[in-house]
């Protein structure tokens, strides 16, 4: 009637008040069958082939990589490091998620999407301002953050000036806008052939 997690508490505590003579024998057959499987684990290896064996070595660093980014991230949270900004879109979906015509979550999301990319620039101003909002909020949590984590000590964690945004000039917004603009003429060109087609 026990759950896992108490029978493991009764066994650890049953293992602390045993003699050291009577842990002597468990002792011994674990390093009994520690040798076997090491014994085993060096046959396996050798009939690897090489490219067999640089697969299951990358294998394992991808895994390794993917628990410390996750242990990463934990950190993060416990440090109460703010939300990234969300995107205009991402507030669209929020907002009409409810209300999205589809069965599963991923029709919804692909209808909310072909939904948005028809919205006229007009309807989607709202949703664009509030993510601009958002970024603000974003941009001043994270300063404020970032000077607790050097009170901490903790510069590790705090973005070099490469990764902070860099401010929009006028200058550069417009350079920007021009640079688009082409992109914008090939792609309403390409939609529109798809359209004759």
Not at 175 to 181: F, L, P, Q
Request: hydrophobic share 30%.
């Amino acid at each position: 009637e026990l759950s896992n997690t108490e029978l493991v508490k009764k066994l650890a505590g049953d293992w602390r008040e045993l003699p050291a003579s009577q842990k002597q024998v468990y002792e011994e057959a674990r390093k009994a069958d520690w040798r076997i499987y090491e014994e085993k684990l060096a046959a396996y290896k050798a009939q690897l082939t090489p490219a067999q064996a640089a697969a299951l070595k990358e294998e394992r660093r991808k895994r390794l990589a993917k628990r410390r980014s996750f242990r990463k991230k934990r950190e993060l949270t416990v440090l109460g490091k703010p939300k990234r900004p969300r995107s205009g879109f991402n507030i669209f979906v929020s907002e009409n998620f409810q209300k999205s015509v589809g069965v599963s979550p991923v029709a919804k999301l692909k209808h909310l999407f072909e939904t948005w990319q028809n919205l006229p620039s007009s309807e989607k101003q709202p949703y664009l301002q509030l993510a601009e909002d958002d970024k603000v909020r974003y941009e001043n949590e994270m300063k404020s953050w970032e000077a607790k984590m050097a009170e901490l000590g903790r510069q590790d964690l705090i973005r070099s000036k490469e990764q902070q945004p860099k401010k929009k000039t006028a200058e550069t917004a417009q350079e920007a806008d021009r640079a688009k603009a082409p992109l914008r003429g090939k792609k309403a060109t390409l939609k529109l052939k798809k359209s004759e087609e």
